[in-house]
Structure formats: structure tokens, C-alpha cells
């Protein structure tokens, strides 16, 4: 069973393993998009699987969505 994050949990998450910070105050789950601000200044919205799994922790100007697979 996967583990159940809290917004506690998250924002301390992404401040110990990024230079982004969570702005979003509430969680609901996996699917819910929240909003962070990057390094640069940029604010950006991922879920947090994303941001905790396939390592998208940038806004999309300093890391840039990979182009789809074979294209």
C-alpha cells in the first residue's frame, strides 16, 4: 500500500530535496496539481508524484518537458 502524504510532509519533502518551495497549503491527493515556485522565480504546478517520482522539480523554462517518446 503506498504511503499516505500530508501537506507537512510534502513541503518538507521539497525543501530538503529541491530549491523549490511548495506554496500550495492543502492536499488531497495524488492527482491534485500543487502549486510551487521555483529557484528562478517561476511558480509551476505539478503533482506531487510527479515531483517526488519522475524528478520534475523545475519550472518547465529551467527544466523543460522532455519531448514524447518516439517522435
Known amino acids: 500500500m503506498n504511503?499516505?502524504?500530508t501537506i507537512k510532509e510534502i513541503k518538507a519533502f521539497v525543501?530538503?530535496?529541491s530549491d523549490s518551495k511548495l506554496l500550495s497549503t492543502e492536499y488531497h491527493g495524488f492527482s491534485q496539481k500543487l502549486l510551487f515556485k521555483c529557484a528562478?522565480?517561476?511558480n509551476f504546478e505539478k503533482t506531487f508524484t510527479k515531483f517526488n517520482t519522475k524528478n520534475q522539480r523545475k519550472c518547465d523554462v529551467c527544466q523543460p518537458p522532455k519531448p514524447p517518446r518516439g517522435k
Open 15 to 17: 525543501e530538503k530535496n
Open 3 to 5: 504511503k499516505r502524504w
Open 40 to 42: 528562478c522565480g517561476n
